[in-house]
Nanobody, 120 residues
Framework: QVQLVESGGGLVQPGGSLRLSCAAS????????MTWYRQAPGKEREWVAV????????NYLESVKGRFTISRDNTKNLLYLQMNNLKPEDAGVYYC?????????????WGQGTQVTVSS
C-alpha cells in the first residue's frame, strides 16, 4: 500500500528556513518522480517543485527558485524540500505527491500534508 508521510512543517519568521521531509513506502521509490505541492487558505493547490526519479533533474515554481531545493535519498525512500528565505506567501499546507502504476492502472497518491506558517 502506497504511503506518503510528510513532516517538518512549523512556524517560522519571514526570512527563516524549514526542511520538509516525505517518507515514502509501498512502492519502488527510486523509480518515480516526486513532487511537492502546497495549498494556501482559500487558494487552489499549486505545484512547487519536482525531482526526477534518480534526482538528476529538478524544476521549480518561479516564485521559489533560488530559495527552495528539492532533493531525495533513494536509499532511505525520503523526499526533501529545503526552504530558505521564507516569505509570508509561502505559507500553506505542503504535500508530497507521486503517480505510480497499480493493478487498477496509474494512480495519484498524496500525503496528509504538513503545515507551514510564516509570520513574525
Amino acid at each position: 500500500q502506497v504511503q506518503l508521510v510528510e513532516s517538518g512543517g512549523g512556524l517560522v519568521q519571514p526570512g527563516g528556513s524549514l526542511r520538509l521531509s516525505c517518507a515514502a513506502s509501498g512502492f519502488t521509490f527510486r523509480n518515480y518522480p516526486m513532487t511537492w505541492y502546497r495549498q494556501a487558505p482559500g487558494k487552489e493547490r499549486e505545484w512547487v517543485a519536482v525531482i526526477a526519479s534518480f534526482g538528476g533533474s529538478t524544476n521549480y515554481l518561479e516564485s521559489v527558485k533560488g530559495r527552495f531545493t528539492i532533493s531525495r535519498d533513494n536509499t532511505k525512500n525520503l523526499l526533501y524540500l529545503q526552504m530558505n528565505n521564507l516569505k509570508p506567501e509561502d505559507a500553506g499546507v505542503y504535500y508530497c505527491y507521486t503517480r505510480v502504476p497499480t493493478d487498477q492502472g496509474p494512480r495519484d497518491f498524496w500525503g496528509q500534508g504538513t503545515q507551514v506558517t510564516v509570520s513574525s
